[in-house]
């Protein structure tokens, strides 16, 4: 059986997360053609994105990814921890700005929608942009960085901080929310590896 590294569980929530941009970013296409936000989407996707994108994802990333990096030593100030970090909250401050503008936007206020819209953008440029650089840069300077034991050391942390800290379930409720708004968006669901264990979205079949 292949082996599940943690970066192979991040990159599978990145998949997820890329779906759930896919779908803003119709939504925001639909916002700017015909001046209206739906209200219960625009919920979701917040939901969506604070719970799984940053409190789980992210939570992963800065609590146990990114100190065993520094660990390693690479450096925060100045290094790669350090710009990532930069680059999540910032995508915390559009996502807050997205949800205070979600009742006016609903309501017909057309600079509301135009504000959300412009941080709704932001956030889906920001984010894909971290992605990429974590995928293609970051997740091979981890892997190379890290012993077998550093690995397995991150994979049991992943599994706690799904059960315990997120709470049995929640990631599959998070999952349905982003599957829910492909469906309502005709946006492809993310492809998902059935390997590894039961922590990321690894353990999630289709």
Known sequence: MQTMLPTNILSEEHRVIEQA?????KMTQGCLAGGKLNPQHARDAIAFFRNFADRCHHGKEEAHLFPLLEARGFPREGGPTGVMIHEHEEGRAHVRAMDKEIESAT???KAALRRFTDHAQAYIHLL??????????????ANQAFSPKDQQTLLDTFERVEREEMGEGTHEKFLKIANDLADAYHVPRAQLSAVGGDCGCSHHKH
Do not use: N, R, T
């Open 21 to 25: 941009l896919a779908c803003l970013d």
């Open 107 to 109: 309501a017909g206020d």
């Open 128 to 141: 894909s942009e971290h992605i990429h650089k974590e995928d293609l840069c970051l997740f091979a300077m």
